[in-house]
């Protein structure tokens, strides 16, 4: 499965990986040499991934994690640890979608969001810590943030405001983890059409009253140059690309991969 060495001898775990961006991140690190845990709420989902990389030929674990779960992310982690050797690069990917008014939000359905967001992040992140400072080795923590990170739009309180917190919790990690080597940057997406951003089409075209197909063109598509989805290939490269750079000239950055739909 090797196409490149870029991560060799590196151990990576992505969470959310089962499918859509996590899946294609965790594939092109298995590619470029990583052996990958896939973690993901769905042990079944998880293992089925991990099979796909090993059957290519790459190394590759499934392990069942809620992120929300301190427990849960902290057995996980240390699965990943004694299985593969080793924790070089985490990918705090996991996420889900609810879009409502704030008005109409309901406040299990905000704390289940910014759990799954900024607590999954936090208690990844410090899993992953503990060990690359006693390690001493060093690593790179990514989280996957948006264009969210930096922009709002209707219906999305929870998540806007939990993207725009990983950018503060980035940061912090970029300046305490530099004396251990370790980088910490955040990758921000435009739409990408995963099941997550299917779902929302007719979600959104119900809340504007609107057709789907405007809600592509007019909302999700309509600040890009090129009037193009992001795919799982550009975010995917993105995430090989950081994971694989080697200094802290690329610390505490937000990459924004959208076909120019916000530009920094």
């Not at 499965?1 to 996590?22: E, P, R, W, Y």
């Not at 607590?119 to 989280?143: E, P, Q, V």
């Not at 943030?145 to 709002?152: E, I, Q, T």
Request: proline share 3%; aromatic share 6%; net charge neutral.
């Amino acid at each position: 499965m090797q196409a490149n060495a870029q991560l060799h001898g590196k151990v990576a775990l992505v969470t959310g990986a089962a499918s859509g961006i996590g899946k294609a991140i965790a594939t092109a690190y298995a590619r470029a040499g990583a052996a990958v845990a896939i973690a993901d709420l769905n042990q079944q989902g998880a293992d089925a991934a991990a099979a796909e990389i090993t059957a290519q030929g790459g190394r590759a674990i499934g392990i069942a994690m809620d992120v929300t779960d301190e427990a849960a992310v902290d057995a996980g982690t240390a699965r990943c640890i004694q299985e593969l050797g080793g924790l070089d690069i985490l990918v705090s990917n996991a996420g889900i979608q609810i879009v409502k008014p704030v008005v109409d939000f309901p406040y299990a359905e905000w704390k289940k969001m910014l759990a799954i967001h900024m607590d999954g992040a936090f208690l990844t992140t410090r899993a992953t810590l503990r060990h690359m400072y006693k390690d001493r080795r060093g690593g790179t923590i990514l989280y996957m943030g948006s264009v969210h990170s930096h922009l709002a739009s209707k219906l999305k309180a929870p998540y806007v405001a939990a993207k725009h917190g990983l950018l503060g919790l980035a940061r912090v990690v970029a300046k305490e983890g530099a004396e251990y080597n370790v980088r910490s940057n955040v990758i921000c997406p435009g739409f990408v059409r995963t099941p997550l951003v299917d779902k929302q089409i007719p979600e959104q075209a119900r809340e504007f009253g609107i057709t789907e197909e405007q809600v592509i063109k007019t909302i999700m598509l309509k600040d890009t140059v090129d009037g193009v989805f992001t795919t799982l290939e550009d975010v995917a490269e993105t995430a090989l690309f950081l994971a694989a750079f080697p200094s802290a000239a690329l610390t505490g950055q937000s990459i924004t991969v959208s076909h120019g739909w916000h530009m920094q």
